[in-house]
Nanobody
Framework: QVQLAESGGDSVQAGGSLKLSCKVF????????VAWLRQAPGKEREGVAA????????DYADSVKGRFTISQDNANNTVYLQMNSLKPEDTAMYYC????????????????WGQGTQVTVSS
């Protein structure tokens, strides 16, 4: 059974940085996608970034390009989201999500979800 566990959310001031982690459990050694999505109160869920296991090929939402970086540690089945130059509009619950497959769009449909980790950016 696939499970995901996020960590790293916190409260920071605008301009600051945070690094989120997503530990992935349960996949057999085939290709799978891991994505970060976020949802702020009263707003639609937004795909932020996604990556293909072992290969890379990251995809980003336009709103975070140049500020956020998704990366992976294949040996430890962990995906990271480094967030720099944070803005108040980045405030949201951030979810790690995953699915099998070879294409990993940031705003795709994902089958497995973590519980989420809160990121709050104050001005």
């Amino acid at each position: 059974q696939v499970q995901l566990a996020e960590s790293g959310g916190d409260s920071v001031q605008a301009g600051g940085s945070l690094k989120l982690s997503c530990k992935v459990f349960g996949y057999t050694p085939i290709s799978y996608c891991v994505a970060w999505l976020r949802q702020a109160p009263g707003k639609e869920r937004e795909g932020v970034a996604a990556i293909l296991s072992g290969v890379g090929s990251p995809d980003y939402a336009d709103s975070v390009k140049g500020r956020f970086t998704i990366s992976q540690d294949n040996a430890n089945n962990t995906v990271y989201l480094q967030m720099n130059s944070l803005k108040p509009e980045d405030t949201a619950m951030y979810y790690c999500a995953s699915r099998y497959g070879g294409r990993c769009p940031a705003n795709g449909q994902y089958n497995y979800w973590g519980q989420g980790t809160q990121v709050t950016v104050s001005s």
